[in-house]
């Protein structure tokens, strides 16, 4: 049977390159700072965000927790959003396991904070209160309809987390599908973030790891969290190099998935019993709702399951879709006949 899978980009699987790359990385033992290939992914990684360092983590997760282990001690507070990855789905690890405080404020529909709220977040010295050093955003948003952050707004949360003596950490998770969406160099994005985490295991396609960029005196924070959490890989050099691939091969591409996603928003506005906005939709990522009261989310999702579609149910209407490398302007067709029939 034909399998279109939207549950997520991280269903990507290598590419013959990569695996090629894998079976022929120089390799040596990361943890003593000798692996060639993990070297050299790092200082691409860190090029192509215009930062100092990069160090390479097994996940996204491990990503934005060794970053806030960086940034903040225990005690310290961050604000971030309450739709934010970081807060919804990543165990709370902020507090569990980094004894920092989490101060939500609420996304916008465009996965910003409101500056304002950010501003009246901030914590003044006070006896009472925690200490606020952190502000996380998240680009592309996920759970905000896979929104980009430009680099106007960036601009403008640097210079309020400037005037507070604040860092600010990115959960860049989809970094690059922001960056093509938007048309602009990934540097300018990143200028103003003290750090920026970003998957190679989502729409770039790689098997495994997360890229941390920052500073050099942050980086070697970072590695020593990351160290403290387990995340010490040996020769980490084969996972680096479909790592490398990806950052090589893999990024322009992200403007069809982009495609891809628009023609699968309009083809779904088109049938009755959705409900969304393809104007919405401004990269990779499809949330939609049912309106026919017969049908929850997960039971639609289990029959477009039988018949060769898979979608995420995010809620008890709403399902999530995800473009991706292996989803072709074909497999939207036949997902959105699919659709339309498992409707009917
Ligand atoms: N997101 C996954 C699920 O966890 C929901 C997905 O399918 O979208 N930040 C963002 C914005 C993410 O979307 C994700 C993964 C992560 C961090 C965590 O990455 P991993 O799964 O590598 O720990």
Redesign the pocket.
């Known amino acids: 049977m034909r399998i279109v899978d939207l549950r997520?980009d991280?269903m990507t699987r290598p590419t013959p390159a990569m695996r090629q790359a894998m079976a022929q990385a120089e390799v040596g033992d990361d943890v003593f700072g000798e692996d060639p290939t993990v070297n050299r992914l790092e200082e691409m990684a860190a090029e192509r965000l215009g930062k100092e360092a990069a160090v390479l983590v097994a996940?996204?997760?491990?990503g934005?927790l060794v970053s806030q282990l960086a940034h903040c001690g225990r005690g310290d507070e961050i604000i971030l959003g309450d739709h934010s990855?970081t807060f919804f789905?990543e165990q709370g690890g902020t507090a569990a396991l980094g004894g920092i405080h989490p101060r939500t404020v609420p996304n916008q529909p465009d996965g910003t904070l409101a500056l304002e709220d950010i501003e009246a977040a901030i914590r003044t010295d006070n006896i009472h209160f925690p200490r606020t050093r952190l502000i996380v955003l998240?680009n592309t948003h996920?759970l905000c309809s896979g929104y980009p952050l430009d680099a106007a707004y960036m601009q403008a949360v640097g210079a309020v987390a400037r005037r507070h003596g604040l860092k600010i950490h990115v959960?860049g998770?989809?970094f690059f599908n922001a960056a093509v969406a938007l048309g602009v160099d990934p540097r300018d994005l990143a200028a103003e973030a003290d750090s920026v985490s970003f998957?190679l295991?989502k729409g770039l396609a790689a098997p495994v790891g997360?890229v941390v960029c920052g500073s050099r005196e942050f980086v070697a924070e970072a590695r020593r969290a990351r160290k403290v959490l387990g995340g010490g890989m040996r020769q980490a050099g084969v996972l680096a190099a479909a790592g490398i691939v990806a950052l090589t091969e893999m990024v322009a591409r992200l403007a069809e998935d982009h495609a891809n996603a628009h023609k699968l928003a309009e083809g779904l506005a088109a049938i009755p019993g959705t409900r969304l906005d393809p104007t919405q939709v401004k990269t990779n990522i499809v949330f939609f709702d049912l309106n026919r009261s017969d049908m929850p989310a997960d039971e639609f999702a289990r029959r477009l399951d039988t018949a060769g579609v898979r979608i995420l149910p995010t809620g008890a209407r709403r399902l999530r879709a995800?473009t991706h490398y292996h989803v072709t302007a074909d497999d939207i067709d036949h997902a959105l006949e699919t659709i339309a029939r498992v409707m009917q």
């Open positions: 997520s991280t996940s996204g997760t491990m934005n990855h789905f998240e996920n959960d998770a989809r998957c295991s997360s995800v």
